[in-house]
Structure formats: structure tokens, C-alpha cells
């Protein structure tokens, strides 16, 4: 089966690492498969070209207008390809497929988390929606990447139940694994890492921190997440005089392990995750993890994670048990490494592949 994968962002973002992680699955045992991506000169992820299945897409930014442009430029790198199947990983380059084509699409649209968690401008949650509008018209499959996601789909978005499919993510256990020689340290190290958008409820973790601040003095923080100078959080943390509290910016994929590995807990209060990448990748280096239960945290971080609600007392609570009580913290390791074995991109890979032929069919 001739394959064409569509990605509208870098492989430096979760939609991008979604995107080159289950592409490589699949060529497995469909190597007659290409994976159009963002080419921009210089930018960190352009090594991927090397690799002849990678084709660019060359883009402007042109600021505000990118996201609304993008779908242009998409359908311009695409033009002479001839696939059997054209899959779409999110709305933009899944709309970019719905200009003029005919062929067999999917769109993987991960979560429809923006019809009802607002965040960004009305503009871009109108384009967004009309959008889904369109697919749902045209009768294209989604996939989304949880159950959870699906019910979210169907209620928000009116998709057809037979045309959503839930299909979970996989962890790439060659990248993320436990430190074979974990280094003493005199100090416990909370950490996070994800969006810094308000959803995220990073300020919660800043008030949780206050806290244990004040009742330990070996704790300290890492929050990793693009561009936090952009965000109120550094601002915040010092109103609230935290002293040990850091804030990383983007790490990239070959320094992601090390940072987790050198964790000693993460919380994760998001209030909303389609899939929610971060606890397990905890997870699988061996690092506890409490989580919210928002959207899909229940059933991904499910019994791997001690979960909680978001209150910062509950939270707090739950972060001195495992820091104080080591048997309990190597219990939930252990709980964590196994629960996250189950989510392997190769079992991702092989739902994927039904849904291109059911399509084709």
C-alpha cells in the first residue's frame, strides 16, 4: 500500500513526534510510505531529511496569518504524489488534503480539545470548528487518541460514531527508560514537562511548591516548556518568593531522558489531555507520577499514577507521602513501569493500518 503521511508542525512538537514515531512503525511493513513535514532553514528538526521517505514542505510564517496560510503550502508540496491512502495528522494538513482531492483520506485530529477548553483567539477556534465541519461532511475518518477523546468528538463535534477511532499512542521505550545508576543527590527534584498553555495548570504546580518550600528545604522544581518568558509563570513563581523553582524552556528529544531520569517526582494538574505524553514517559524512566483525571488522564495515566484532584492541598498532600515514604514511592514506580508497557507504537501502528483499509475498501 502506497502511503502519504501529512504533518503541519515540526518534530520538535507532539504532533510532530506523533507523526515521525508512528511513520517509522509503519514502514515496518509498508515501506512504500513518505512522511511530508515542516522544512524551515536551520530549524533543529531538519536533519530528518537525510532519510529519503522525509519530503519538505517549505513554508512562510507570515506571523498571525500562519496557521490560515499553512493549508496552501501543504497542498503545493503534495502536488504529483499518488497514494492509495493520504493520512492527515491534524486539521491543517488535514484540510490542505481536502482542497480539491479526491483521494482516500484519514486525519488523525488527536483531540477535539478546542471546541470546548478555550484557549487562543475566537478567530482560530472558528477556523478550527469549521474545519471539523468540513471533514464531517466530506464522511472523512478521524482518529483520536483516546476513548475519552471519541466521546469528546461525538459530543462536541456531532461526528459520526462509525467514523472516529480511537487509537492510543505509543512510548518509544528505546528513548525513554529508568537511569541504570541513579545518582544520589541531596536534593528531591519535582518536575514537568508539556504546553505552558492555561490548561496545563502550571500555576497550580507553582502553589504546590510553595508549600513544600516551605516545609522542606531540599526540594527544588524544573518546569520544562517552550518559551515560559511568554507566559505569567516566572512572574508568579516570584510573587509567591519561591527559591528553588527553575524554569528550563524547550528540552529537546536527546535530552528529554536525562531530564526525567533526573526527577524524583512529576506532577501533572493539566485540566484537560486528549492523550497526555508526559506521565508516561515518567513512567518508563522510572520516575512516580501524580496525575489529574482530566479528559484522558484517567484512562492513560489510569493505575500507573497515583491520580488526584487539583486542589492544591490534595496535591501537596499526595507529593509528601511519596516524598517522605520511599516504600510507597518505589511501589508506584513499580505500578508506572508496568501500566505504561501496554502502549507501544508497534500495536498503534497495526490500528492504524485497519482504518487505512477500511477506508480503502
Same mark, same amino acid.
Given at each position: *500500500?502506497?502511503? $502519504? *503521511?501529512?504533518?503541519?508542525?515540526?518534530? $520538535?512538537?507532539? =504532533?510532530?513526534?506523533?507523526?515521525?514515531e508512528?511513520?517509522?512503525? =509503519?514502514?515496518?511493513?509498508q515501506?512504500?510510505?513518505e512522511?511530508f513535514?515542516?522544512?524551515? !532553514?536551520?530549524?533543529?528538526?531538519?536533519?530528518?531529511?537525510? @532519510?529519503?521517505? #522525509?519530503?519538505?514542505?517549505?513554508?512562510?510564517?507570515?506571523?498571525?496569518? /500562519?496557521?490560515?496560510?499553512?493549508p496552501?503550502?501543504?497542498?503545493?508540496?503534495?502536488?504529483?504524489?499518488?497514494?492509495?491512502?493520504y493520512?492527515? /495528522?491534524?486539521f491543517?494538513?488535514?484540510?490542505?488534503?481536502?482542497l480539491?482531492?479526491?483521494?482516500?483520506?484519514?486525519?488523525?485530529?488527536?483531540?477535539?480539545?478546542?471546541?470546548?477548553?478555550?484557549?487562543?483567539?475566537?478567530? &482560530?477556534?472558528?477556523?478550527?470548528?469549521?474545519?471539523?465541519?468540513?471533514?464531517?461532511?466530506?464522511?472523512i +475518518?478521524?482518529?483520536?487518541?483516546?476513548?475519552?477523546?471519541?466521546?469528546?468528538?461525538?459530543?462536541?463535534?456531532?461526528? !459520526?460514531?462509525?467514523?472516529?477511532?480511537?487509537?492510543?499512542?505509543?512510548? @518509544?521505550?528505546n528513548?525513554?527508560y529508568?537511569?541504570?545508576?541513579?545518582?544520589?543527590?541531596? $536534593? &528531591?527534584?519535582?518536575?514537568?514537562?508539556?504546553?505552558?498553555?492555561?490548561?496545563k495548570?502550571?500555576?497550580?504546580?507553582?502553589?504546590?511548591m510553595?508549600?513544600?518550600?516551605?516545609?522542606?528545604?531540599?526540594?527544588?522544581?524544573?518546569?520544562? %516548556?517552550? /518559551?515560559?518568558?511568554?507566559?505569567?509563570?516566572?512572574?508568579?513563581?516570584?510573587?509567591? %518568593?519561591?527559591?528553588?523553582?527553575?524554569?528550563?524552556?524547550?528540552?529537546?528529544?536527546?535530552?528529554?531522558?536525562?531530564?526525567y531520569? @533526573?526527577?524524583?517526582?512529576l #506532577?501533572? +494538574?493539566?485540566?484537560?489531555?486528549?492523550?497526555?505524553?508526559? +506521565?508516561?514517559?515518567?513512567?518508563?524512566?522510572? =520516575? +512516580?507520577?501524580?496525575s489529574?483525571?482530566?479528559?484522558?488522564?484517567?484512562?492513560?495515566?489510569?493505575?500507573?499514577?497515583?491520580?488526584?484532584?487539583?486542589? $492544591?492541598?490534595?496535591?501537596?498532600?499526595?507529593?509528601?507521602?511519596?516524598?517522605?515514604?520511599?516504600?510507597?514511592? @518505589?511501589?508506584?514506580?513499580?505500578? %508506572?513501569?508496568?501500566?505504561?508497557?501496554?502502549?507501544?507504537?508497534?500495536k498503534?501502528?497495526?490500528?492504524?493500518?485497519?482504518?487505512f483499509?477500511?477506508?480503502?475498501?
Amino acid at each position: *500500500m502506497k502511503i $502519504t *503521511m501529512v504533518s503541519c508542525q515540526h518534530f $520538535t512538537s507532539g =504532533i510532530g513526534h506523533y507523526g515521525v514515531e508512528l511513520a517509522s512503525e =509503519i514502514r515496518k511493513t509498508q515501506p512504500d510510505l513518505e512522511l511530508f513535514k515542516l522544512s524551515k !532553514p536551520g530549524h533543529e528538526d531538519d536533519s530528518w531529511f537525510s @532519510n529519503s521517505w #522525509i519530503r519538505p514542505i517549505r513554508y512562510r510564517s507570515l506571523r498571525n496569518l /500562519h496557521p490560515y496560510v499553512l493549508p496552501i503550502y501543504i497542498r503545493k508540496a503534495l502536488v504529483g504524489t499518488h497514494s492509495d491512502i493520504y493520512h492527515a /495528522h491534524w486539521f491543517q494538513s488535514g484540510l490542505a488534503l481536502t482542497l480539491g482531492y479526491s483521494k482516500k483520506t484519514v486525519i488523525t485530529m488527536h483531540d477535539v480539545s478546542l471546541l470546548h477548553v478555550k484557549e487562543g483567539s475566537s478567530l &482560530f477556534a472558528d477556523y478550527y470548528s469549521w474545519s471539523i465541519n468540513r471533514f464531517k461532511k466530506l464522511g472523512i +475518518p478521524l482518529i483520536v487518541v483516546s476513548e475519552a477523546a471519541k466521546q469528546d468528538t461525538i459530543e462536541y463535534a456531532g461526528y !459520526p460514531e462509525k467514523l472516529v477511532f480511537p487509537i492510543h499512542n505509543g512510548i @518509544n521505550f528505546n528513548q525513554f527508560y529508568p537511569a541504570k545508576n541513579k545518582i544520589n543527590k541531596s $536534593t &528531591f527534584t519535582l518536575i514537568y514537562t508539556g504546553g505552558l498553555g492555561q490548561r496545563k495548570n502550571v500555576k497550580k504546580l507553582l502553589d504546590v511548591m510553595k508549600v513544600l518550600e516551605n516545609k522542606y528545604d531540599f526540594i527544588e522544581m524544573k518546569l520544562a %516548556g517552550s /518559551h515560559p518568558e511568554r507566559t505569567p509563570f516566572p512572574s508568579y513563581a516570584a510573587q509567591l %518568593g519561591l527559591k528553588r523553582t527553575s524554569f528550563t524552556g524547550f528540552i529537546p528529544d536527546d535530552q528529554l531522558t536525562t531530564f526525567y531520569q @533526573n526527577g524524583d517526582l512529576l #506532577i501533572y +494538574p493539566s485540566e484537560y489531555e486528549g492523550f497526555g505524553f508526559a +506521565p508516561l514517559e515518567a513512567m518508563a524512566c522510572g =520516575i +512516580p507520577v501524580i496525575s489529574g483525571t482530566g479528559g484522558a488522564l484517567k484512562e492513560t495515566a489510569g493505575s500507573g499514577a497515583w491520580l488526584s484532584g487539583l486542589e $492544591t492541598e490534595e496535591l501537596a498532600e499526595k507529593a509528601i507521602k511519596i516524598i517522605e515514604d520511599s516504600q510507597f514511592r @518505589n511501589d508506584l514506580i513499580k505500578k %508506572g513501569s508496568d501500566w505504561v508497557k501496554q502502549f507501544t507504537w508497534e500495536k498503534s501502528a497495526e490500528k492504524t493500518l485497519d482504518v487505512f483499509q477500511k477506508e480503502r475498501s
